[in-house]
């Protein structure tokens, strides 16, 4: 038996983004976003509105950073999606985060935050919310990389935002192998 429960904004994992942009000033600015995903192979969808000082940011400066949220910074990382940076506009000093200018783009890197994709503003729909960035570089920090060079999510520790029940959640365990477990059924 299924249960309904109607037309809700629900799926599993909602990965935990940190979007970071400058503002006119050139001060940094980050918001938390759950609402998006990769949308092609160096694209990037972002749903979120025209009222945060972060949108306003990334439209005027054409850039922006999106940091994965991780477990070791949950506090800070729910801090800047819940402080308007219209009203506090220290708020990643507030978090105690720090930035770097990004080599490739107009926006700050969070240091705090082992891994970033630095984007490029390829459009924003005010009316859908939908805001795509081009992927022009994805930067980690070597202390979350593998013996094999790449991101090892168990040194990330990204977190996810579980909808249901307005909480955050570790990414678990290993439990099968893409484009490969499903040849056994051919």
């Keep these: 038996m299924r249960k309904n429960f109607g037309a809700k904004a629900w799926t599993y994992p909602q990965p ?3 979007l970071a942009s400058y503002d ?3 001060t940094p600015d980050a918001m938390n976003a759950a609402w998006g995903g990769i949308s092609d192979d160096t694209r990037i969808s972002m749903c979120i509105s025209e009222g945060h000082k972060t949108t306003a940011n990334i439209l005027k400066r054409g850039a922006f950073t999106v940091s994965m949220a991780d477990a070791a ?3 800070e990382c729910d801090y800047v999606g819940v402080v308007s940076g219209y009203k506090v506009p220290d708020k990643l ?3 105690g985060f720090h930035t770097t200018r990004s080599e490739l783009v107009d926006a700050p890197v969070i240091d705090e935050l082992s ?3 630095e984007c490029r503003l390829v459009s924003y729909d ?3 919310c939908c805001l795509i960035g ?3 570089n994805v930067s980690a920090d070597e202390s979350i ?3 094999d060079g790449k991101i090892d999510p168990d040194k990330l520790e990204p977190i996810t935002f579980d909808p249901v029940h307005n909480v955050y959640r570790k990414l678990g365990e290993t439990v099968g192998n893409a484009f490969r477990d499903g040849l056994k059924l051919k």
């Design 93 to 95: 000093e507030k978090a």
């Design 16 to 18: 935990v983004f940190i």
């Design 24 to 26: 006119e000033d050139g």
């Design 126 to 128: 005010p009316e859908s």
């Design 134 to 136: 081009e992927i022009v």
């Design 145 to 147: 990389l593998g013996a």
């Design 73 to 75: 910074h949950v506090t």
């Design 115 to 117: 891994m970033t994709l």
